[in-house]
């Protein structure tokens, strides 16, 4: 295929040199093209004229003559010089594809990498932007509008080593996988110079720069923790959030002032991402996250989910009630639905930023998200083995729940390949139907039983009821799971119900039979 452009490469260079000679010879030996009203040989009834003119050509009719001919010729010129720049673009684009054809037929897939490339349509790249970069802005820009740009290629400048990223915009098939889908992976990132763990894993299990760029999205100006994020050259695109002020917030807020400018940022950075590199999903994780081997597989086999879907909003990687003896060592493949907005490690649609946006909050934005304003009974997708883990204790947060939870959430460590496997049964049809009836169907025991155990056969599943706030706090810590709610969700539960692992026995923590509702005064 290479060699083949190769020599239309040669055969469209040589037909610039014969039409330019031909042209030439055309232009001196044809007559002027006369203006209207003047008798120019192109217009009728101008022969006389033009005879009379060849009669009087002397020195300054034959100089203005020349004149008039070099114009055409620089005219003409100029159109062939931006035919020459068009192949000298393709030229180009083939070479690196030549590059890369080269470079897969060196590893195992490179049949079916080559195939995809054969798949996939090739145009040449859109102007550059070389507008000079400010300082404290954006250090990758798009600023071609969408009407310029073509809807298959579209270069992206960055900082740092100056590459060009080539992003195919795609539009996802909601039924199945494509391998073509973009799924940046934006790193919010502050003042935490180890940022460095985080990034180390992320491109260690990283598949493909092509399909999962990661975008380092920094606040507060912090210079050591820039020289970290430099330190990674073009692996990854490095922009800063330019708004670097305090924020004017109420005399009992001052303390919180940390809360707002996370939320600030978060809005600036999704915007950067979704507005001006114009990708259809992004996965947001923070600085103090460490990702699982198969994080990029799990995200990747969810996305059509998540896209076909309207009942859910987002995709996590984590589980709340995700401690070692709270999950099923078993069972990385489960999968489940969950009303509580995890965060850590999500997925997020443009669709969907594109309904947040607009009231995206001051300060507390994960709180927010949990409110029945913004869910509106919508859900998201967890895992049983969490896919991501939190090692960072300093923050805003003071480190809350990070002793008494986090640090003991198990990070999985075996391979799914959730892309082969069937996942439709995460559709909220067909997952109520089963959850109902596993979770009603379940034996309905006291909280003792479950800690003495002697009574009780098997591995499960068991329910233990709650009827009250009260008394779902009152189990929850007696049961070693996460008793805390927001607008009346607790953490992992799906129609009121959590589910985790008791002394290796499947446990449902749930309301009486008929739930309908969460209650917000339960906060």
């Known amino acids: 295929m290479v060699r083949k452009k190769g020599s239309l490469i040669l055969c469209g260079a040589f037909l610039f040199v014969a039409w330019n000679a031909l042209l030439l010879l055309y232009l001196w030996g044809r007559p002027p093209v006369g203006r209207h009203g003047e008798g120019g040989g192109a217009e009728p009834g101008g022969k006389e004229e033009w005879g009379a003119g060849r009669a009087r050509a002397g020195g300054v009719n034959l100089a203005g003559e020349v004149i008039r001919l070099a114009e055409e010729v620089e005219v003409e010129l100029e159109t062939q010089k931006k035919l020459l720049k068009q192949i000298e673009s393709h030229r180009s684009l083939w070479a690196k594809r030549k590059d890369l054809g080269k470079r897969e037929s060196d590893g195992p897939m490179a049949e079916q990498k080559q195939e995809d490339a054969k798949m996939t349509p090739e145009a040449p790249p859109p102007p550059k932007d070389t507008s000079d970069k400010e300082e404290g802005t954006v250090a990758t820009k798009a600023k071609l509008s969408p009407a310029t740009v073509p809807t298959e290629v579209k270069d992206i400048k960055q900082e740092d080593g100056a590459k060009e990223l080539t992003v195919q915009?795609?539009?996802?098939?909601?039924?199945?996988?494509?391998?073509?889908?973009?799924?940046?992976?934006?790193?919010?990132?502050?003042?935490?110079?180890?940022?460095?763990?985080?990034?180390?894993?992320?491109?260690?299990?990283?598949?493909?720069?092509?399909?999962?760029?990661?975008?380092?999205?920094?606040?507060?100006?912090?210079?050591?923790?820039?020289?970290?994020?430099?330190?990674?050259?073009?692996?990854?695109?490095h922009i800063r959030q330019p708004d670097l002020s305090d924020i004017r917030v109420r005399p009992e807020h001052r303390k919180f002032q940390?809360?707002?400018?996370?939320?600030?940022?978060?809005?600036?950075?999704?915007?950067?991402?979704?507005?001006?590199?114009?990708?259809?999903?992004?996965?947001?994780?923070?600085?103090?996250?460490?990702?699982a081997p198969d994080f990029f597989e799990y995200f990747r086999a969810l996305y059509p989910v998540l896209r076909s879907d309207p009942s859910l909003w987002c995709v996590s990687a984590w589980n709340d009630n995700g401690r070692d003896a709270l999950v099923d060592p078993g069972g990385a493949e489960l999968l489940y639905r969950t009303d509580f907005f995890p965060g850590l490690g999500w997925m997020l649609l443009k669709e969907m930023w594109d309904e947040l946006e607009p009231k995206w909050p001051s300060a507390f934005w994960d709180d927010w998200m949990r409110q029945p304003e913004q869910r509106r009974n919508r859900s998201c997708i967890r895992p049983e083995v969490s896919r991501t883990i939190t090692f960072g204790r300093k923050g805003v947060s003071l480190g809350q729940f990070f002793d008494q939870y986090l640090r003991y959430i198990k990070l999985n460590t075996e391979f799914v390949p959730f892309t082969k496997q069937d996942l439709s049964y995460l559709v909220k049809e067909k997952y109520d139907e089963r959850f109902i009836k596993e979770v009603y169907d379940a034996p309905l025991v006291k909280m003792e039983d479950l800690q003495q155990g002697g009574s009780l056969r098997g591995t499960g599943p068991y329910r233990v009821q709650y009827s009250s706030r009260d008394s779902f706090k009152v189990l929850a810590r007696n049961l070693g799971v996460m008793d805390d709610l927001k607008s009346g969700v607790p953490r992992t539960g799906y129609r009121g119900t959590v589910s985790f692992l008791s002394r290796g026995r499947r446990v449902f923590l749930a309301p009486p039979e008929g739930w309908t509702r969460y209650d917000v005064s339960w906060s």
């Open 169 to 237: 915009n795609n539009e996802l098939d909601v039924t199945s996988t494509s391998p073509q889908t973009v799924i940046p992976i934006l790193v919010i990132a502050c003042d935490r110079v180890t940022v460095k763990r985080s990034l180390d894993r992320l491109l260690q299990y990283r598949p493909s720069a092509e399909l999962y760029p990661i975008i380092v999205s920094q606040d507060c100006g912090h210079a050591e923790t820039a020289r970290v994020i430099g330190s990674y050259g073009v692996q990854v695109t």
């Open 258 to 291: 940390g809360y707002y400018k996370i939320s600030r940022h978060y809005r600036w950075a999704l915007n950067q991402v979704f507005n001006t590199f114009s990708h259809s999903t992004v996965v947001i994780v923070e600085d103090d996250l460490e990702v």
